[in-house]
């Protein structure tokens, strides 16, 4: 009798612990990593490391930010070293990287973001990154201002085509209708033209409340979202080029460097220094700031 006893309490044990196991399992989500890619998923409401590790993050209502998981972001997309910049094509992300280069990924969209590495530049300290209007040129900014073009008509061999000097050509400006130009000046904020003249183009305006690293037109061209730095994002009126105004700001731990909208994904990508790629859902993120 007493061994029968014994073996019925560490059924008993047995189970209770089992039944407990599978409950914490179930309330544990996994990170999805492919395997060679550095992905980190983040869900609405928690960070998920790559070890299983879940932190809740948020604004708190001291001095000290951390970072803003709402339900418009989708994912943090991890990078080989910190992400000064990033501008996007139809198919694929352009990552500047500093001393690392720049890194070119594909990025997948079905129950979660991912990205599958496609190629490398390397031999270039990429500081800013942009793509040519039929996104078949890519601008690469080196430390020493410098613009290095690539033909990416082969997305796979992205071949060096030239090298031109600082300032010759304007890389990230971004312009609505023909009309007007945006161009960051990062700590010195933006600056406006009116290009109507192709020959000539006079500025308009100047805007210094806040550091602009880069900008998007977004809500028809009425507003913009812009990098500031160590300040997260902050929504602009841009309605009147002559009167630009703050309406919002959206906090992001770390420095906000770089911004790029994938038009056909509707999806915003944002260069977070060494916390790598930000990508948010854009309608949800502007929701949220109106």
Do not use: W
Request: glycine share 8%; aromatic share 4%.
């Amino acid at each position: 009798m007493v061994i029968s006893k014994n073996i019925t309490y560490k059924i008993s044990v047995a189970t209770l612990l089992a039944l407990t196991l599978i409950g914490c399992g179930s309330s544990n989500p996994q990170s999805g990593n492919d395997s060679g890619n550095n992905l980190q998923t983040e869900s609405t409401t928690a960070q998920i490391g790559q070890n299983g590790d879940t932190s809740i993050s948020g604004i708190g209502n001291g001095n000290s930010a951390y970072t803003k998981t709402t339900s418009s972001q989708l994912s943090t997309l991890q990078t080989r070293a910190p992400a000064k910049d990033v501008t996007s094509s139809d198919n694929a992300l352009f990552i500047a990287e500093g001393d690392k280069g720049v890194e070119v990924v594909q990025i997948g969209y079905n129950d979660r973001v991912d990205h599958k590495l496609i190629t490398t530049i390397s031999g270039i300290n990429a500081t800013q990154i942009s793509l040519s209007d039929d996104q078949k040129e890519l601008y690469v900014i080196n430390k020493q201002g410098s613009i290095n073009v690539y033909d990416i008509s082969d997305i796979q061999a992205p071949r060096r085509t030239k090298l031109l000097a600082a300032g010759s050509i304007q890389v990230n400006p971004v312009s609505t209708e023909g009309n007007y130009e945006f161009v960051p000046k990062k700590q010195a904020g933006l600056r406006v033209y009116d290009i109507s003249n192709p020959s000539h183009k006079d500025l308009i305006a100047t805007f210094h409340e806040v550091p602009v690293y880069a900008l998007v037109l977004v809500d028809q061209a009425s507003k913009a979202l812009a990098a500031t730095g160590n300040n997260g994002l902050a929504l602009l009126d841009v309605a009147n080029p002559t009167h630009i105004a703050k309406t919002a700001e959206f906090p992001i731990d770390g420095k906000t460097l770089g911004v790029s909208v994938n038009k056909k994904t509707g999806q915003l990508f944002v260069a977070n220094g060494d916390k790598g790629i930000k990508v948010f859902n854009l309608n949800a993120l502007l929701d949220e700031l109106h």
